[in-house]
RNA sequence: GUGAGUGUAGCUCAAUGGCAGAGCACCGGACUGUGGCUCCGGUGGUUGCGGGUUCGACUCCCGUCACUCACCCCA
């Protein structure tokens, strides 16, 4: 095989699948408490979008964006993320004239070409929110007890935290800019080579940056919410404390700033010691100016966006089985399979999950897989059942079995599923025997 | 884009420079139609790839590719 997948791209395959159909589900569940609806929109756009969105300054679209001229000479970009293209979609179908307000949310693939390592692929996916046309702090208050009831409901609450900010407005952040530099620019050399270029670029990122010295250079620097004007002060503390009313564990975290441009006063993110160097799950924030920014009339907007490979990471594999079938079909000599087959359409048809080999394996083989699959049933089909046109129901959990006619199998199969089987019953003739085979290493450490 | 670590059977891993192995998994048999245990047997390899050193390379050297983690960046 000389062809393999693209570095940073995965396959997933069936012992993933179940954990994030679960993930899913949990979202679409929550979101639809709190009045989101699904939208669905498209992984390509106009390379513009994001460069007016996320900023061109960006490392994501300087040098991350898949980006290409299709056959019809247009510049095309595969979506780096999910808020440009749900602002563009409710200019676009006119829902600011209709509706106004609007909550969406939205799954699927967004695409980076970063170099790939824990937590960070180059087609990742994430499950994202919009919020259109609330401009009160509760609006902040109420996205941020979604996105922890979500996790709650996923079992992490005490597996990540919360971390919020305020950036103020953009009057705020050119006037705390000026006094930041005025503060770094005689310590500059003490910071690392990548803040001394920060200090012109961008001087609020030198605020997160990892490095001691940097930190260190920051540590009695002006703070940011001391710049925040009377509005931008006083939406922050509303938010603060209607989250402290709601009960939600968080911390203030003025160090944190945004990737992205278009942020505004609140910022939040959701972070979790378990993964490694990419430890935000969720992040996201209000952005007020983009609506405007891509065309459209002034309109308050939040969101944010989760990580579902990193969710995955905290969820751990072994969080959601495969599912099993509940009955296997087992069939030797002329006939049998086909019999087997008839009686498997007839099961699934009254939503019995069966399994059945379409080669012809030995009787012993047969039975020993079915143990293996897990299934509570194994249907017996030999030549004499086939002549007689019934089926040995063997009961593998309580080693009892009987014979019933093929028109009575379904009902009678869906009977026996709906019996809880006898802790103690079942025919083990090796107490003591491992039931699983080669427990798999509990997940990463 | 930069750095470090790792590449051997489907999986997890062995093998002083000297015949490429084990466990698990898979298939079969013991037990011609009744399962998890046990025993026996079997399938399965271009040791990532290409060069070099050597009588001889999985092992040492160079290059290359892939994966992993970190920097960076970010959800």
Redesign the pocket.
């Known amino acids: 095989m000389d062809i ?7 396959d997933l395959l069936p012992d993933e699948t179940p954990l994030w159909q679960r993930i899913e589900a949990a979202a679409r569940e929550v979101f639809g408490r709190y009045g989101f609806e699904e939208v669905r929109l498209p992984l390509l756009e106009e390379t513009a979008l994001f460069c007016r969105s ?2 061109e300054a ?3 679209v300087e ?2 964006m898949y980006t290409f001229l299709d056959t019809g000479g247009t510049s095309v970009t595969l979506r780096p ?1 999910g ?1 440009a293209s749900a602002v563009r979609s409710y200019l676009e179908n006119g829902l600011h004239h209709s509706e106004t307000k609007a909550r969406h949310y939205y799954l699927g693939p ?1 695409f ?11 087609q ?3 499950i ?1 929110a919009e919020c259109f046309g609330w401009a009160e702090p509760w609006a902040d208050a109420d996205v941020l007890c979604l996105l922890w009831d979500l996790f709650a409901a996923l079992g992490l609450s005490e597996r990540v935290r919360l971390e919020v900010n305020s950036l103020g407005c953009a009057d705020d952040r050119r006037g705390y800019v000026a006094r930041l530099r005025e503060h770094l620019t005689p310590r500059q050399e003490a910071l ?1 080579e ?2 001394r270029r ?1 200090l012109q670029s961008n001087p609020l ?1 030198v605020l ?4 001691a010295h940097c930190r260190a250079a920051t540590q009695d620097a002006p703070s940011l919410e001391g710049s925040l004007c009377g509005d931008c002060a006083a939406h922050f503390d509303l938010v603060r404390s209607h989250l402290t009313a709601q009960g939600l564990p968080f911390a203030v975290n003025h160090r944190m ?4 441009d278009y942020y505004n006063r609140t910022t939040f ?2 972070l979790s010691g378990d ?10 924030g209000r952005y007020d100016g983009l609506v405007e920014t891509l065309g459209g009339p002034p309109v308050p907007a939040l969101g ?7 969710l995955a990471l905290l969820l751990g594999t072994q969080a959601a089985p495969r599912a099993h079938p509940d009955a296997y079909l ?1 069939h ?2 002329t006939g ?1 399979l086909e019999a087997a087959l008839l009686l498997r359409r007839g099961l699934a048809r009254a939503g019995v999950r069966t399994e059945v080999d379409y080669e012809e ?12 699959s897990g299934a509570r049933l ?1 249907l ?8 007689a046109e019934t089926v ?1 129901v ?8 009987e014979t019933v006619g093929w028109d009575r199998a379904a009902s009678r199969v869906a009977e026996l599923l709906a019996s809880p089987p006898t802790p103690s019953a ?5 107490p003591g ?6 427990e798999k ?1 509990e997940g ?1 450490t």
Request: hydrophobic letters at 30%; charged letters at 30%.
């Open positions: 393999q997948r693209l570095k940073g791209f995965r996320i900023g960006t490392d994501i040098k991350e993320e808020t967004m980076r070409r970063e170099r790939p390592q824990k937590g960070r692929l180059r990742f996916h994430q994202g690392c990548n803040c920060r990122r997160d940056c990892k490095s700033v945004r990737g992205l993110e959701l993964l490694g160097a990419q430890n935000a799950v969720a992040a996201g944010f966006a989760l990580g579902v490979e990193r087992v030797r000599g049998a394996r030995s009787f012993k083989a047969q039975l020993r897989s079915a143990n293996r194994a017996l089909l030999g030549e004499d059942e086939v002549a040995a063997k009961d593998l959990a309580e080693g009892t079995q079942g025919r083990d003739p090796h025997a491992p039931h699983v085979q080669s290493s990463s």
